[in-house]
């Protein structure tokens, strides 16, 4: 079992950056890949990062590649969202979820097994 808690979201104009994390509980985080996904009003919710239970492997989706950096800290039981040149389109409610799988590649809501409460990220124009 794995209690997964965001914080880090607000409200940053376009071009600036924000930094998201999330912290779990539970003695087996480590052999939890994680991932970052996101849901804005109306819409479903999208995959935007994930990371192996190493952290050897990252993925992302196309639309955030280049700006946003997954990394995750198995010591401290975090994983970390960077945000960087921030869009008006990056607006929703950021959530980071756990697959038991380990292996990080998994894009698909359904495919993993622990949810965060999510984090809101709100980019001005």
């Known amino acids: 079992q794995v209690q997964l808690v965001e914080s880090g979201g607000g409200l940053v104009q376009a071009g600036g950056s924000l930094r998201l994390s999330c912290a779990a509980s539970g003695r087996t985080f480590s052999s939890y890949a994680m991932g970052w996904f996101r849901q804005a009003p109306g819409k479903e919710r999208d995959f935007v990062a994930a990371?192996?239970?190493?952290?050897?492997?990252?993925y992302y989706a196309d639309s955030v590649k280049g700006r946003f950096t997954i990394s995750r800290d198995n010591a401290k039981k975090t994983v970390s969202l960077q945000m960087n040149s921030l869009k008006p389109e990056d607006t929703a409610v950021y959530y980071c979820?756990?697959?038991?799988?380990?292996?990080?590649?998994?894009?698909?809501?359904?495919?993993?097994?622990?949810w965060g409460q999510g984090t809101q990220v709100t980019v001005s124009s």
């Open positions: 990371i192996s239970w190493s952290g050897d492997r990252t």
């Open positions: 979820a756990a697959d038991a799988a380990g292996l990080g590649y998994k894009r698909a809501p359904d495919e993993y097994d622990y």
